[in-house]
Structures are given as C-alpha cells and as structure tokens.
C-alpha cells in the first residue's frame, strides 16, 4: 500500500481539526446545561455545592457564595480559551492545504474532491466561530 499524499495527509489535518473544534463547541453547550441545572438544584444547597465543585476536577476550594461563580465559570472559561488556539491553527492547516491544492502534484480526482470539501468545511467553521 503507497503512502498516504501530502494531500491526503493536510486534508485529514483539517477534518480533524474542524471535528475537534465541533467538539469543543458541544462540550461548551453541555457544560452550560450542566450548571445551569445545577443551579436551579437549590433544594439541596450542600450536594448542590458538591456537584458544582465536582464540575471543575481537581478544586480543593470549600465554595462560599462569591466562590461559587467562580466555580462554574472556570470549566467553561477554559474550554473557551480553547476556540482562538483552535480557529488559529484551523486557519494554519487551511493555508498548507490550499497550498498542496495549488501545486497539484499528480492528485487523484478523488483526493482533490475532499481536499475541496475540507477547504469549504474549514472556512465555514472559521466563519462561524469569528
């Protein structure tokens, strides 16, 4: 079996960034959902607390009221922190792509055909993220 093409390999870069980046921004939305029905579980202050403080792994702080926003804001600032980090090297896969696409050195159609569709799905995903 030939090794894979400089193509196919920046193709596959960009899928899986594109795919970790969909990740993150689900994760971001299941986190939310998680606080806030953590929030609204006030019938139970202390497991309330515990829940939370279980959110971010590795807390060691006994959460008072004013810690408690910081709690469950630190797992979704984290996960946020991540979106300029991935848009940023998205943005670098993209240009090596485009790149391998113009030099079209003795790409299969096929090969081509998804590069194009990477190129098209990562420059959607920039858009929606800026």
């Not at 008072?64 to 984290?78: H, K, M, T, W, Y």
């Not at 003795?106 to 858009?127: D, F, G, L």
Request: proline share 3%; aromatic share 2%.
């Amino acid at each position: 079996m030939a090794p894979p093409s400089q193509l196919a390999i920046a193709t596959s870069a960009v899928n899986r960034l594109v795919k970790e980046e969909a990740s993150y921004h689900k994760e971001l939305e299941q986190q939310q959902a998680r606080i806030e029905k953590l929030k609204q579980a006030s019938s139970d202050e202390e497991n309330a607390e515990w829940n939370l403080k279980q959110e971010v792994r590795g807390s060691n702080q006994s959460l008072s009221g004013q810690n408690i926003d910081n709690v469950q804001n630190r797992a979704l600032d984290e996960t946020k922190a991540m979106f300029p980090q991935l848009r940023n090297r998205i943005q670098e896969s993209l240009a090596k792509l485009e790149h391998q696409l113009e030099q079209g050195e003795q790409n299969s159609p096929e090969e081509t055909s998804k590069a194009k569709e990477a190129v098209a799905s990562a420059k959607n995903a920039i858009n929606e993220s800026s």
